[in-house]
Structure formats: C-alpha cells, structure tokens
C-alpha cells in the first residue's frame, strides 16, 4: 500500500492508536472517520513532525503518544519533507477537496471553511509550535541558567523541523484545494454541451409511450423525500469515489417527475399505511388504515365492513397478470398490506397484536389476510416470519430469542396454510433464507413465499450476506418468476427501511437502504422494457431530515460542516432531523460533535426537538415514471392519483374502454382522445 511504501521510505514505523473502521468500499470516499490512517496520518505528521523528521528523542515533545517512531532518520529532511509532499498531494488529488485557510493568530481561525480533516491538522500543527515556542517548557540547567530556549542545542533541531511544518501544511492546502473542482466543470463548454445534450433528449420525449403496458412495476421508498433522495445520489457518487453531487441516481434517469401530496384524510403530515390505500387502493384514506376508505376510524373494527377498497394488485390479479410483494419489512406492514388487506388497524399484525373487542367482531389480523384474501399471489417476499407461527414457536433462525418466537394466539401455521391453497401441479416453495432463494430456478418456481427474518429485515449496513438477501436479489428473482407469465405482471417493491433508519435517526442506515433501492431499480431496468413496462417510483411521505452548512463540493455526506456554530461556537455535521433521538445535551450545553464518532453506522444525528422517534414531514414527494404512459405523472397530483395511471397503462380496473377501441383498430395503444374522456370522468386529469 502507498502508506506502508510512504513510512518504509522514511524507515519510520507507523502504530495506529485510532478504532477499527469500516473498509472503504463500503462507505463514502470523503468520510473522514473512515480514511483513516490517511487523514489520522497527516494529523500526526503534523503533530510529530519534530520526532519524526529530524530523530528528536521523544520526550522533547510534550504529548508524544508514540504514533510516529523513529527508528533512524534519512540523511537529508529535504527528501523527507518532498516525500511528505508527494504523499499529500496525491492523496489530496484523489481523496480531499478542500477551501483556502486565513489565520487571524495561530489560536485562531477566523475562516474555517474547508473540511473539518484538514481544521483539525492545521490545529494540531499550531498546538505543536505552540508549545515548541513556549518558555515554560524549558527547564535550567547549570550550562544554561537562563530561558534562551530558543537557541539552546537541544531546541534547534526540534525549531528546525517545526519550521518545515509550514510547508507542509501549504502543500496540503495547495493540492487539496486544486481538486475542489473538476477540470472540465471550469470550462462553460463543458455546461453548455450538457445542457444541449439534455434539450435533445427533452425533445425526443414529444413522441409519446402510448403502448399498453404489459408489466408494471412500482418502486416505494418509505419516507424517501426529496432531501433523502438527493442525499442517497451524493451517497452513492461517493461510494464509487466520486464527489457525488454530480451523480445520477436510476430514478433520475426517468423521463416524466411529478409531485405527489400526501396528506391523509385526516392528517397533514401523514402516516404509511394512510398514504398506501391512497398509492395502491387509489382512494385516499385516515392515518393507521388500510385497505379501506376514510369512513372506518382506526382501531374501530365494526367501521370496517362495507368500506374495503381494493388495490391495482387486485386488478391485476383479476386481468390475469401475475404479482408480486417484495419488501424489506415485514410482508404484513403498512406498505404491502395495503396492497391485500382491510384493516382499521395498521398495527394489526397477528391476532396477538389485536384487542379482545376486535377478534369478537370478526376481524382478522393482516398476516391472515395475506394468506386468505388473495390466495395466488405468485411472490411474497420480505421479513415477518414470527406472525405466521403459533404462540412461543421457537424461531428456525434464532432460536434462543424469545423475541423471534411465534406470536399468533389462534394457533394456525400459516406457512402450511399457504402451501395447502397451492394447485398439486404447481411448483411452491417456501424458504427462509438467502442461500435457499439463490438456489432456486426461478424458471421452476410458480409460487414463492420468502420470510427472511422474525421481523424487519436486517439494514443493508448490517445484513448477513448468508441469511438474508438484500432488496436487489429479491427483485432480480421476483421478476425471472413473474415473467413467466405472457399476460404480464404487477410487482410491488418496497425500500421500507429508509424511513426506520430516519425514525431512528440513523441518516447512514436510511440513505444506504435509499442506496440498495436504487441498485433494485437499476436491476429491474436491465430486466424489463420501456417499450412494455411501466416503472413508478415515488414515496409515500416525507422526514424531518435535511443536510446544509454551506458544505464543499465532495464533502462526506456524512460529515461535518465546514464552519462552527456563531452561537454556540461548536461544530456540527451537514444532517441534521427537525426532532428526534439525536437531541443530546452535555453540561447544560449541545454536544460536540467532534467529540463522538459521527461517521458510525448507527450515530443518531443531532436534532432540535427531543424525541424518542423522529417523525415523518409533510411536504410533497417526487413520482419518477418511465414506460407506457408515464407522461401522465405530469404536475402536481393528489397520492391517490397514481394507481389510476397505472392501471390505466395497463389496461386493468375498472377504466378500460379505451382498451377495447385499441384492440377494434389493430392497435396496441390507446389513442390520446380515448385516453382523456376516459380520464375525465375520473376527475383526476390535471
């Protein structure tokens, strides 16, 4: 490695006194916690510098912590100190985008606007000539009675090589700062041929996708807003180390973007399963029900009958097409069980979750749901094993885990239930983990039902690559099942996780599970096409989540601002919630955040208001389309507007006509007049 190579040719020994970290691939280019050594290294050349270019004994300098040993000096501090410079320059090249520095005094920075990494070596740099130039560190002695420090034989060497640390720190402010913006981004022509280049391909769109859509597929992140979407593309530009703003997402690659509204019926800033019946169901519905209209009140079993709504999987199922459920929660959440269930209840997971009052009036619990009320459903796939089994059902996975055991009070085995509603001739299978998913054929597979953990599925950052599949190889094994079938498919993919890393406050778990959703879009696009299929992406609400500080460009999304609080006079990193875990306060004062690791898995950012769960936001979130009739997610749209489209592409439900006048004229596409008296009856033509 060039470390190794770097401290070979110094003949120094390097001893890393910092925390394991996270490997590179599996974080950003620009997370400064996990560039160690790099980052940690230049800190301590800084710091060191008179130990470890001139051989100064060790105790010379106050706060050795032993990092850096010499073990014998190179002949020449100039060969060390270009080295020093390659090293930093070629790192800074790659890696580091930073801003100019101004010292108001060495205590002082009065423009601290570069990343926090090179604050922090500067820092140190000044600590060490501080202390170099302090009187009180030099003690009498009878050749030298009085404090000429400055001069005494001892203190030369250490001046000399303190000296040279000047130039190390304009190198690194040099090479670092050259790489803040690309080359070709400081030509205009680089601007004007991207933007020529995007209005031809605006221009081509005015050919309308009028097909009919044989597949549809609908990608739901939860809780993925606009804010969490643009910090997921930054994410993912720096995970294949790049700066990242300029990167583009599978979803920002779709042609058509609309605004959607979220709002519940009875709330303003809305829930999961409120938001599902509007996206799936195509009617909008109360915070905490699904699958049923806003006249049942949630937690009110006897408002329910009458009022079910059904969903486009329904339709879809009724047209003949295959579907299909894959979701990273459990198969009986909010999200999915609006696509099958009737519930005043959100919450209503197995009978065990429900009140005595409900199970008296004849309601069932979502799990049952799934298994009775659309018994065909070609693919099921996500976590919530534990709801399928009786009470105390030891877990075939974690079996000491009292929390995984099964939870149904009625004592059925849903799993056996599911396989005996199955035709003899059709091929099912049930599986439970990633090694049996990766083991099937999908092209012998009719029906399949995969519960790959008691709940939740693990987060991305934390999956076990043998156990549990991620959200990109459910799809790739969903679709190659739903294929299958000449009529066509509906497939619903849920990144449901996104929106528990927010609740959790969790930013890095919640934009890697954006991250693996967009890896599943890609997949399905290599899969599928836009000729036949229609792809829909969008979220069902918002969070409280935002990222700012004036941060450079390539700035780790995960990391800190480039400026201290005026207030407070404290950092803090670019994401911040609005509420939730990450309020902390430590002497009466907010925490400082330099102070803990805030580059981990689980750092809960900071927030303004105290709560135990951060909440979900209440402005508009983004509708990506691309397929037949995707240009009718146009403008700004009611949520339950969606399923409309959808169906109207695919010629399912109950708005059809304009099917039967195609297929009279020959035609596989809808002509444009059908297409809007259709619509307009609806009331949902913009």
């Known amino acids: 490695m060039i470390l190794s190579s770097f401290f070979k040719a110094l003949n120094v020994t390097y001893i890393p006194m910092v925390p394991k970290c996270i490997p590179l691939v599996k974080t950003s280019f620009l997370d400064v916690r996990c560039l160690y050594p790099t980052v940690h290294l230049m800190s301590l050349l800084l710091r060191d510098t008179s130990n470890s270019l001139a051989n100064v004994k060790p105790h010379l300098w106050k706060g050795h912590r032993g990092n850096l040993v010499a073990n014998s000096g190179i002949s020449s501090s100039v060969v060390r100190v270009l ?14 985008p930073f801003r100019a520095l101004f010292f108001s005094s060495t205590k002082e920075l009065i423009r601290p606007s570069l990343s926090t990494a090179y604050v922090i070596m500067v820092k140190d740099f000044i600590k060490g000539l501080e202390h ?14 009085h404090p000429s420090y400055l001069w005494a034989p001892e203190r030369r060497q250490v001046l000399e090589c303190t000296m040279i640390s ?8 040099t090479c670092l700062t050259n790489s803040l913006v690309p080359e070709k981004e400081k030509d205009p022509k680089y601007w004007r041929d991207q933007a020529q280049q995007t209005l031809k391909n605006a221009l081509r769109l005015q050919n309308l996708n009028t097909n009919v859509a044989k597949n549809v597929i609908m990608f739901l992140g939860d809780g993925m807003g606009v804010s969490t979407v643009t910090a997921a593309r930054i994410l993912k530009g720096q995970l294949h180390h790049s700066p990242g703003e300029e990167t583009r997402l599978e979803m920002d690659k ?10 519940n019926t009875n709330a303003q800033v809305p829930d999961s399963a409120g938001t599902a019946t509007a996206y799936l169901c195509g009617v909008k519905a109360n915070e905490g029900t699904v699958g049923v209209s806003a006249a049942t009140q949630r937690t009110q079993c006897n408002t329910t009958q009458g009022n079910e709504v059904t969903s486009i999987l329904r339709w879809a199922k009724d047209a003949g097409k295959s579907v299909g459920i894959v979701t990273t929660t459990r198969v009986n959440h909010a999200t999915p069980s609006a696509a099958y269930a009737h519930s005043a209840d959100r919450d209503w997971y197995s009978d065990n979750e429900m009140p005595p009052e409900a199970l008296s009036q004849g309601c069932k619990d979502i799990a049952y749901q799934l298994m009775h009320n659309i018994k065909d459903i070609e693919v099921i796939m996500g976590g919530g094993r534990k709801y399928m089994f009786p009470k105390n059902r030891t877990d075939v996975e974690y079996d000491m885990d009292e929390k995984a055991r099964g939870t149904r009070l009625d004592g059925l085995n849903l799993i056996d239930i599911w396989k005996s509603f199955k035709p003899r001739h059709k091929h099912s299978h049930y599986i439970w983990n990633r090694t049996e998913l990766l083991a099937l054929d999908p092209h012998m597979v009719d029906y399949l039902l995969g519960l790959f953990e008691p709940g939740d599925m693990q987060y991305e950052l934390n999956r076990n690559n043998v156990t549990d599949p991620s959200l990109s190889e459910m799809v790739k094994t969903a679709i190659k099942i739903l294929n299958k079938n000449p009529k066509g498919f509906f497939l619903l993919v849920e990144g449901g996780r996104i929106d528990h ?7 890095k778990q919640a934009l890697h599970e954006a991250v693996e959703m967009d890896r599943a879009i890609e997949q399905a696009g290599t899969m599928t096409s836009v000729e036949d299929t229609l792809t829909v992406v969008t979220a069902d609400h918002s969070h409280v989540f935002t990222f700012g500080g004036y941060t450079p460009r390539g700035n780790s999304i995960f990391g800190l601002a480039p400026m201290v609080s005026d207030t407070d006079k404290k950092p803090f990193t670019a994401i911040l919630y609005g509420n939730g875990p990450g309020y902390k306060v430590v002497g009466g004062e907010r925490e400082n955040v330099s102070m803990v690791d805030y580059a981990h898995n689980n750092y809960q950012a900071q927030s303004a208001v105290p709560l135990r769960h951060e909440t979900h936001g209440g402005e508009d979130v983004a509708v990506f389309a691309k397929g037949p009739m995707a240009h009718l997610l146009h403008g700004v749209h009611e949520q339950n ?5 959808m169906a109207y592409a695919a010629c399912i439900g109950a708005n059809r006509d304009h099917c039967a006048s195609a297929s009279s004229s020959g035609s596989p596409s809808p002509g444009p007049l059908p297409l809007l008296l259709a619509l307009l009856p609806l009331g949902i033509l913009f």
């Open 641 to 645: 507007y969606i399923p409309h489209v």
């Open 254 to 263: 779709f042609p058509y973007v609309a605004l959607s509204k979220t709002y």
């Open 166 to 173: 000047p130039l190390l720190v304009l190198a690194i402010g």
């Open 83 to 96: 080295l020093c410079y390659l090293l930093v320059c070629s790192l800074g090249q790659v890696i580091f």
């Open 132 to 145: 170099q130039l302090t009187a009180d560190h030099w003690q009498p002695t009878p050749s030298h009675p």
């Open 501 to 507: 890393g927010h609740h959790e406050g969790k930013a």
